[in-house]
């Protein structure tokens, strides 16, 4: 059974730092896809940065040029590197992985950012 876990929210200033990390366990295939999604409250959950198995990444206009997305292939982990976060990115984060033809998603973690 494939597990999908993120950790590493919390609460933050605005401007300040934090790491986000998601750990894939119990794939039978490889992974393709590594994307996060936040849902701020009362809001939908929004694409903010996808890698590929490759390495190419994409980010959400809102997020460009503060946040950075990467992942280690042999550990099935991703990570979300937040820089210079503001009040609005205040939300619950979720990892999407993408194996074997499906889509995997872990339980969140919360990130609050203070004004």
């Known amino acids: 059974q494939v597990q999908v876990v993120e950790s590493g929210g919390g609460l933050v200033q605005t401007g300040g730092s934090l790491r986000l990390t998601c750990e894939v366990s119990g794939n039978r295939f490889s992974i393709s896809v590594m994307d996060w999604y936040r849902q701020a409250p009362g809001k939908g959950r929004d694409l903010v940065a996808s890698?590929?198995?490759?390495?190419?990444?994409d980010y959400a206009d809102s997020v460009k040029g503060r946040f950075t997305i990467s992942r280690d292939m042999a550990k099935k982990t991703t990570y979300l590197q937040m820089n210079s976060v503001q009040p609005e990115d205040t939300a619950v984060y979720y990892c999407l992985v993408g194996s074997g033809g499906y889509d995997y998603w872990g339980q969140g973690t919360q990130v609050t950012v203070s004004s």
């Open positions: 890698i590929t198995r490759r390495g190419f990444a």
